[in-house]
């Protein structure tokens, strides 16, 4: 059952190129149980943001009962049903109907053992189709093409790798094809060439193109790729890349685009940059997980769209397919549209935390026609679902079963965040920060324990509840059919700081040698090992109770996918007790809440729970770990203390004065009706020049002086500034009319620095020239040179002491006075006293209070 006492694990902060981390739990909650007869009703409507129907149907079942059912449908427009395959097995597909003038037209999944009682995930998603403009995307060819890679004749394919398209046993998703990539690099990161064509080595490539697209500002594309890693390797992490390209395809802005928290089409200050980058996604040899990334075109000089594949960590090797670049779009519910119908089936396997079974079928209507818009019509149209089955069985016998976790979204809702409610049910994020209130326009969560009566309500339990649908229950005949559903789930946890929640502390990593020469030094590490890209981990554990950890829960059940440090940082916040951008954040969540918690009836509870029980679980945890027990009162996870630089921000005004003057004679004349001629100003001028000689033998350029700041030299203006003082220094200074230049420095015996070398002032210009990345720093060669840099650690004794020769403690350092080390040499045959007691148990009085 369920516990308000929590038991948590900590990690650290993860830096960039370092894996998602992910609590591993388990969860206790309710299903609804199916009998063959009983079905909850509800309307398909209009959502009331959009004025569409819904673009996403996703639940979660588990059948028992090996025969053709029906999950759920619309009326008789179309239905998600599982058929059986006819064996004595338990082996079937789920296969999604859309009625039609021309009759019905199915799609069904590959075979699964869906009728094996235990629970699957299941999302169909409409969404309109654009163009892929990648060109084959499952790499069905015998060789690299262009755009967007180089071909054999180009030489270099990838920098810090290699890239080639194989063909093998489980190297493909789609076809029997894939791309592999491989960084050979021992700390750096693999990209693939080319991803723009600048003008300085234009030649170089010949008629090569880059760009896969030409663009224009304000569109939106969206770049999306399935990987996973050989099967030599454990794990890896990639990642992708959109560049923006002018017409002579060379990167328009090489800032980064941090549009990460765009709510509501509204991007932040930083979203300037002409390159938006993925998510680091950790992969693995056995799943294929998918990688996205979405750009909006910034800049109005940008004409074309450059992508890029990388690998980051050294020493693996990815494999890369489905690939796909597609021009933004918005759906609609117009019948003469393109749409896909996409049904994802997908079973998690607790014991091996990850999908085991994963299905993915399309169906694609054109539009073009009547007969194809009457396809379409059968969605877009009004009418009832029926979950669990309708009574007059048109698609086929109603479930027997249960069912959890019914969702309708009003946008099509990517696989990613799909395969995030498959680890782990309960959670509900969407495809942007604003998705889980805003997009989730229904959930039946089913998470009840009570009987239903016919016509029961079932509570829409969605985040906006300000408009919401219940659904009807029918033929249960008030009877408790709700189940007990034990879940191991796995949650990713959003990167948000220190004190970040982990479970994943166990891991099989593999090391590498890098080099074929390495060899120990004392100054550079040739051990490279997988646990590197993993986060840190940290030795608190926490047994408590909190108030706050539920709020917690739910904020990353619906914002996992958040890296919290985009929001912290803002220059423009230096003056303000909180962070603007993650106070909307907070805001976007917090809005669902109509009033607030009551901690003290919380904190009136537990107090009615025996705390002995912490001094029992502290003996239980290892030495080494950072215990917290008790009763935790801690800030959410949107909270930040911040301290504002002062808490007056400097202001300055413009004053601006008016004031009417007069331009008119008509004071002077004799006669009111006429007015004098000359003019009301008289402008004069004058431009003085001085002459002067020095004579060379009292030049004051040629010898040094002596200045006081407190005595005038000036015979005429002696008393001028007598009182002049200085707070810091002396009163008077002594200094050469011309300063000394040094022009070369002692250059070292020992120390090196490296010179680079650029092809083009272009290059010189745009690189960031602190760093030794390539990606950053655009030179073309390097050489190690002699410096004039040095640590000069023999003329400190600390920091001598701190390099090479370590700490020394001797009897002018001791607290004693005595020797560091002493050395005593007993006899083993004499008694020595000691104070303690001959008994192994030792009593701790302060434990006993």
Not at 208 to 225: M, P
Not at 623 to 640: C, D, L, Q, W, Y
Not at 781 to 788: G, I, P, R
Request: aromatic share 12%; glycine share 6%; proline share 4%.
């Amino acid at each position: 059952p369920s516990t308000i006492l929590r038991v948590r694990e900590f990690g650290g902060l993860s830096e960039p190129k370092q894996r998602d981390a992910f609590e591993i739990s388990r969860k206790f909650t309710k299903a609804l149980g199916f009998r063959g007869g009983q079905y909850v009703s509800s309307s398909w409507a209009d959502d009331s943001t959009t004025s569409r129907k819904p673009e996403t149907v996703e639940l979660r079942f588990r059948s028992v009962s090996g025969s053709n059912q029906t999950l759920i449908q619309k009326d008789t427009g179309w239905a998600i049903r599982l058929k059986d395959n006819g064996s004595a097995d338990n082996y079937g597909t789920v296969s999604f109907i859309l009625s039609g003038s021309a009759g019905q037209k199915e799609v069904s999944s590959s075979l699964l053992p869906v009728f094996d009682g235990d629970y699957y995930s299941l999302m169909l998603q409409k969404q309109k189709v654009e163009t892929n403009l990648f060109p084959h995307s499952s790499f069905e060819q015998d060789g690299l093409f262009n755009p967007p890679f180089v071909t054999a004749s180009f030489g270099d394919r990838a920098v810090g790798g290699e890239l080639e398209i194989v063909s093998a046993s489980g190297v493909a998703r789609t076809g029997t094809n894939s791309l592999r990539h491989i960084n050979n690099t021992d700390n750096q990161s693999s990209y693939t060439l080319f991803f723009n064509k600048p003008s300085s080595v234009s030649s170089a490539y010949g008629t090569a193109a880059a760009s896969l697209a030409d663009v224009s500002r304000g569109e939106v594309y969206t770049f999306a790729a399935f990987a996973k890693v050989s099967a030599s390797a454990v794990s890896s992490v990639g990642r992708l890349r959109i560049f923006e390209l002018d017409s002579n395809e060379d990167v328009v802005n090489w800032d980064e685009d941090d549009d990460t928290f765009a709510q509501k089409g509204t991007p932040t200050a930083r979203a300037l940059g002409g390159i938006k980058t993925s998510q680091d996604v950790g992969l693995n040899e056995t799943e294929w997980q998918q990688i996205s990334v979405t750009k909006t075109i910034k800049y109005p000089q940008t004409a074309k769209l450059g992508v890029r594949f990388e690998n980051v960590q050294p020493n693996t090797a990815i494999y890369w397919d489905d690939v796909s670049l597609r021009k933004g779009t918005v759906n609609t519910d117009g019948i003469g549209d393109t749409f896909n119908y996409n049904l994802f089936v997908k079973k998690y396997e607790a014991g091996l935390d990850r999908a085991i079974y994963a299905s993915k079928t399309t169906m694609t209507i054109t539009g073009s026609n009547v007969i194809s818009q009457s396809y379409n019509a059968s969605w877009t149209g009004s009418g009832d679902l029926f979950i669990g089955g309708s009574p007059s069985d048109q698609f086929g016998n109603q479930l027997t079963g249960s069912i959890m976790e019914f969702r309708l979204w009003n946008e099509p809702l990517q696989e990613q965040h799909f395969d995030t409610h498959v680890a782990n049910p309960k959670s509900y994020v969407g495809n942007s920060a604003s998705s889980s209130y805003y997009s989730l326009t229904r959930r039946y969560s089913f998470d009840d324990n009570t009987a239903l009566a016919n016509g029961a309500a079932i509570r829409d339990v969605s985040a906006d509840q300000t408009d919401t649908l219940a659904g009807y229950a029918f033929g249960f005949g008030g009877v408790n059919t709700f189940e007990n559903v034990e879940d191991k789930t796995k949650t990713m946890v959003p990167n948000y700081g220190p004190n970040r929640r982990t479970s994943t502390k166990i891991r099989i990593e593999n090391n590498a040698l890098s080099g074929s020469g390495a060899n120990l030094s004392v100054n550079k590490r040739y051990d490279v090992s997988s646990n590197d890209f993993a986060p840190l981990d940290s030795p608190k554990v926490g047994i408590y109770f909190s108030p706050t950890d539920v709020v917690n829960e739910d904020i990353i059940l619906s914002f996992a996918n958040l890296d919290f440090n985009e929001y912290l940082g803002d220059p423009r916040d230096n003056f303000k007790l909180q962070y603007s951008e993650l106070k909307d954040a907070s805001n976007e969540y917090f809005q669902k809440y109509s009033g607030k918690n009551d901690f003290w009836d919380y904190m009136r509870l537990i107090k009615y729970y025996d705390q002995s029980l912490f001094k029992q679980m502290r003996k239980l945890l290892p030495a080494r770990s950072k215990a917290h027990m008790g009763t935790v009162i801690e800030p959410n996870i949107f909270e930040r203390p911040k301290v504002a630089v002062q808490r007056n921000h400097p202001s300055f005004t413009q004053p601006q004065y008016e004031k009417n003057i007069n331009l008119t004679n008509f004071h002077f004349n004799d006669n009111s009706n006429n007015e004098q001629s000359h003019s009301v100003f008289k402008i004069e001028t004058e431009y003085p020049n001085y002459e002067g000689t020095i004579e060379k033998e009292t030049s004051p350029f040629s010898l040094p002086s002596l200045y006081r700041f407190d005595y005038n030299s000036h015979l005429d203006e002696i008393a001028t500034y007598v009182s002049a003082s200085v707070k810091f220094g002396t009163d008077r200074v002594f200094q050469e009319v011309t300063g000394s230049v040094v022009e070369n420095n002692r250059l070292s015996d020992l120390n090196l620095e490296y010179k680079y070398f650029y092809t083009s002032s272009i290059d010189y210009m745009r690189s960031q020239r602190y760093t030794i990345d390539n990606f950053l720093h655009l030179y073309s060669s390097k050489s190690l040179v002699e410096t004039d840099l040095d640590t000069n650690y023999q003329h400190n004794t600390a920091t001598r002491r701190l390099f090479f020769e370590g700490c020394k403690n001797t009897k002018l350092t001791t607290t004693d006075g005595d020797y560091p080390v002493i050395i005593r040499t007993t006899s083993p045959t004499i008694a020595l006293p000691t104070d303690s007691a001959d008994s192994n148990l030792k009593v701790v009085d302060d434990k006993l209070k």
